[in-house]
């Protein structure tokens, strides 16, 4: 059975710091997503990788993933308050499996 | 864009009642999925379909059935809701089962009292 390990679940921080998410995962898979939710909304997806050694970066977020490791980051460079979601990793193969998401508050 | 649209936002229902929460897709997408959402759980997989009238089991199908008829849309059915089963609920579909990402619909958040 796969399963998917954030951590932390709880994320606070000042805007402008620097902070890692992880997520691991238990088998074999070359395909990793990441995606964001909003309280009371649905979830958008930021990034899929790939492949071992893929990097994404979107603005103040930085995926990476490596497969061997069986692990992918998700790293915040210098926060600001619109990050505050809750972010999942989720992880194929068959129909996603999903971790329990990391609830991330960034305050002043 | 993929559009995946689920037709209530909010629903109340009493305990015992047949629920029907319906999901449409826009896209030709072989595959929709629904899934609950709970605090501290994250998002556990009810059923899904890769095909017209075909249906599998997810991670937490109990108390819970499916119907797809036509492809566009994936309805999740609640025999006879109980308070366990007070939830959000989202539908997502994608064009195949493991290459691509899935689009979520805006969720349904289900109250059984």
């Known amino acids: 059975e796969l399963k998917v390990e954030q951590n932390p679940l709880f994320l606070s921080m000042q805007e402008g710091k620097n902070y890692t998410i992880y997520c691991n995962y238990s088998?074999?898979?070359?395909?990793l997503y990441w995606y964001r939710q909003d309280p009371g909304k649905s979830l958008e997806s930021l990034f899929v990788l790939l492949s071992n050694g893929a990097v994404k970066q979107e603005g103040r977020l930085m995926a990476s993933l490596d497969t061997k490791a069986r692990l992918s980051t998700l790293h915040i460079t210098a926060a600001v308050h619109d990050l505050s979601a809750t972010y999942f990793c989720a992880v194929l193969p068959g129909p996603l499996v999903f971790g329990k998401g990391t609830r991330l508050s960034v305050i002043a | 864009d993929v559009k995946v649209t689920q037709s209530s936002r909010y629903l109340v229902k009493r305990t015992g009642e047949k629920v029907f929460l319906e999901c449409v897709q826009d896209m030709d997408h072989e595959n929709m999925f629904w899934y609950r959402q709970d605090p501290g759980l994250g998002l556990r997989l009810i059923y899904f379909?890769?095909?017209?009238?075909?249906?599998e089991k997810g991670d937490i199908p109990e108390g819970y059935s499916v119907s797809r008829e036509k492809k566009e849309r994936f309805s999740l059915i609640l025999e006879s809701a109980s308070t366990n089963q007070t939830s959000m609920y989202l539908c997502?579909?994608?064009?195949?089962?493991?290459?691509?990402?899935?689009?979520f619909g805006s969720g349904t958040r289900l109250t059984v009292v």
């Open positions: 379909s890769y095909d017209v009238k075909m249906k």
């Open positions: 997502a579909s994608s064009l195949t089962l493991g290459a691509y990402g899935y689009t």
């Open positions: 088998t074999t898979s070359d395909r």
